[in-house]
C-alpha cells in the first residue's frame, strides 16, 4: 500500500468501474470496492493485487488476503485463494499499469511548487546547517544536527534522522532517512524506475540508521513494497540499487554495482564491483566477528 505521505489514493472505485477503466472484464456474478493497491504479500480484502504467472511468485499468490487479483488470461487451471476474485486479462503488467494511473495520477511525477526554497511546513531540528540553494519541500523532517550541501534538494514528505550528512546536488524523494547516514555528492534517492509496462512506482526508499551511500549512486524507489538499505550498508560510488530491491546490515557493494529490481541481498555479503545481480536471493556468510 502506497504511503499517503508521498501519494495521493483517489479511491476507493467499485469494481466495475476499475474493470471499464483497464479493459478487464467483470467475472459474471461479482462485484464489491477496491480501496487500493498492494503487494500479494501486503494486500488485504479491499485490494488490488496482481499475480503474472511467475513460478517465483506462486508461493505468495497461494497465501495472499487480496480481495481482486490480475492473473493472466491463458492460466485457466488457477485456483483463487479463498476470498479472491481472479480478474483474467491479456496483458498482466499493462492492466495493473492502467489500474495504477487510475488510483494515483501522477505518482510518477516529482514537481512541486512553493514560494520559498525551504516549506514553512517542513520541519527542522536544532542545529541543521544547510548549504546555499538548497530546496526543502513541505512536510519534509530533518533530524537534529543534519547537514545538507549546497544544491540538494529534499522533496515533500521525506524524512532525515539525526547526525546525517548530505553532500552536495543530492536529491531524495519519496523515502525515510535513519541517523547517522552518510550521502555523498551527486546521489539520487527516490526516483521511479521506467519499464516498458509504465507501472507507477508506489514504494518508498528506506535507508537504515549508519548506512553510507557513495558519490553518484542512484536507489530507486520501490513497486509495491519498499526498497530497503540495511544498518551500517556501505555502498561505494556509483552504485545502482533497482526498485523494491533489499539490501541486508552491513553489505559492502563496490564501486560500479548493479542491483537489479527486486534482489534480495542478505546480512554481510560483500559484492566487489563491477558487478551485476538480477533478481536473486541469497545470503553470505558472517564476517569474522559478526553475529550470524
Same mark, same amino acid.
Given at each position: ?5 508521498? &501519494? ?7 469494481? @466495475? ?8 472484464? @467483470?467475472?459474471?456474478?461479482?462485484? =464489491? ?8 504479500? /501486503? ?48 496483458? !498482466?503488467?499493462?492492466?495493473? #499499469?492502467?489500474?495504477? *494511473?487510475?488510483? &494515483?495520477?501522477? #505518482?510518477? @511525477? ?9 516549506? +514553512? ?7 541543521? %546547517? ?29 524524512? $532525515?534522522?539525526?547526525?546525517?550528512? %548530505? /553532500? ?9 532517512? =535513519?541517523?547517522?547516514? *552518510?550521502?555523498? +555528492? ?5 526516483? +521511479? ?12 526508499? $528506506? ?10 549512486? $542512484? ?10 538499505? /540495511? ?20 553489505? @559492502?557493494?563496490?564501486?560500479?554495482? !548493479?542491483?537489479?529490481? =527486486? ?10 564491483? +563491477? ?5 536473486? *536471493? =541469497? ?10
Amino acid at each position: 500500500m502506497a504511503d499517503p505521505r508521498f &501519494y495521493d489514493n483517489r479511491g476507493p472505485f467499485t469494481l @466495475v468501474a476499475i474493470c471499464a477503466e483497464i479493459g478487464v472484464r @467483470v467475472p459474471a456474478g461479482k462485484s =464489491g470496492e477496491i480501496a487500493d493497491l498492494a503487494s500479494l504479500e /501486503g494486500a488485504g480484502p479491499k485490494h488490488l493485487s496482481f499475480f503474472a504467472g511467475d513460478s517465483r511468485a506462486l508461493k505468495s499468490f497461494q497465501r495472499s488476503a487480496a480481495g481482486f487479483c490480475l492473473v493472466p488470461a491463458e492460466e485457466t487451471q488457477l485456483k483463487a485463494p479463498p476470498g479472491m476474485t481472479l480478474l483474467p486479462c491479456a496483458s !498482466v503488467h499493462h492492466a495493473f #499499469a492502467a489500474a495504477a *494511473s487510475v488510483f &494515483y495520477p501522477g #505518482a510518477s @511525477v516529482a514537481v512541486w511548487q512553493q514560494d520559498k526554497p525551504i516549506d +514553512p511546513k517542513a520541519r527542522l531540528g536544532k542545529d541543521v %546547517i544547510l548549504g546555499s540553494s538548497v530546496v526543502i519541500g513541505a512536510g519534509a523532517e530533518i533530524g537534529d544536527r543534519c547537514k545538507i550541501g549546497p544544491g540538494s534538494v529534499i522533496a515533500p514528505g521525506v524524512t $532525515i534522522g539525526r547526525d546525517c550528512e %548530505i /553532500g552536495s546536488n543530492v536529491t531524495i524523494s519519496h523515502a525515510h532517512i =535513519g541517523d547517522k547516514v *552518510s550521502i555523498l +555528492p551527486g546521489v539520487q534517492i527516490g526516483q +521511479p524506475e521506467k519499464g516498458d509496462a509504465r507501472i507507477s512506482q508506489l514504494g518508498r526508499v $528506506i535507508i537504515q540508521d549508519r548506512a553510507q551511500i557513495g558519490a553518484g549512486c $542512484i536507489i530507486d524507489r520501490g513497486a509495491l513494497s519498499d526498497t530497503v538499505i /540495511g544498518e551500517g550498508a556501505k555502498l561505494d560510488n556509483l552504485v545502482q540499487v533497482g526498485h523494491t530491491a533489499q539490501i541486508g546490515r552491513l553489505c @559492502v557493494l563496490a564501486a560500479q554495482t !548493479v542491483v537489479d529490481g =527486486g534482489t534480495v541481498i542478505e546480512d554481510f555479503a560483500v559484492l566487489d564491483g +563491477p558487478v551485476g545481480t538480477t533478481a536473486i *536471493s =541469497g545470503r553470505a556468510p558472517a564476517l569474522p566477528g559478526t553475529a550470524p
